[in-house]
T-cell receptor
């Protein structure tokens, strides 16, 4: 079965500290993985996708098929990074399967 | 561009009544719209996929007679919760995908908070 697991509900760091939001997936096939972000009082929006191998707002994520992981990383967190982050997998029929989300709090 | 709106943003209804939630793509034509439900502190769960002009495809465990979805035009999809009960209280989110867009290019609405009393 396809599944996305985000083990941390809350991650709190101080400004300037490194951040890693964990995501593990279960999928039989070649997955497409994404990170979505939801800032306070805003709608869900796409942050980045693994196939583009891009860095958005300083965040990167590498797909590790051996560990079935797609952790989101940023070397120096900023206060404006505080938000809810969802890892997602594109499954059959192009449906998105979401993890439960991790709330990132960056303290000044 | 690529804005999706939902109306209403919040609704309170009495048990046994029906409530309709609208999802609109404001500046693009959405051939596919998705309806999600989000429980407190839980993930977004896909309820159904609707394609313009055809019947919605419901996920396993979602009652199609309870959650009626209509996608009558390229810019509007509606979700009607029929005979609502308190357990239907939740946050409902829609997303829209444009014609020919890649799978992940879904634009999300702001969500509708439904409270059934």
């Amino acid at each position: 079965a396809q599944r996305v697991t985000q083990p941390e509900k809350l991650l709190s760091v101080f400004k300037g500290a490194p951040v890693e939001l964990k995501c593990n997936y279960s999928y039989s096939g070649s997955p497409e993985l994404f990170w979505y972000v939801q800032y306070s009082r805003q709608r869900l929006q796409l942050l980045l996708r693994h196939i583009s191998r891009e860095s958005i707002k300083g965040f990167t994520a590498d797909l590790n098929k051996g560990e079935t992981s797609f952790h989101l990383k940023k070397p120096f967190a900023q206060e404006e990074d505080s938000a809810m982050y969802y890892c997602a997998l594109s499954g059959p029929g192009d449906k998105l399967i979401f993890g439960t989300g991790t709330r990132l709090q960056v303290f000044p | 561009g690529a804005v999706v709106s939902q109306h209403p943003s919040r609704v309170i209804c009495k048990s046994g009544t029906s409530v309709k939630i609208e999802c609109r793509s404001l500046d693009f034509q959405a051939t596919t719209m998705f309806w999600y439900r989000q429980f407190p502190k839980k993930s977004l769960m896909l309820m159904a996929t609707s394609n313009e002009g055809s019947k919605a495809t419901y996920e396993q465990g979602v009652e199609k007679d309870k959650f009626l979805i209509n996608h009558a035009s390229l810019t509007l999809s509606t979700l009607t919760v029929t005979s609502a009960h308190p357990e239907d209280s939740s946050f409902y989110i829609c997303s829209a995908r444009a014609h020919g867009a890649i799978s992940y290019e879904q634009y999300f609405g702001p969500g509708t908070r439904l409270t059934v009393t």
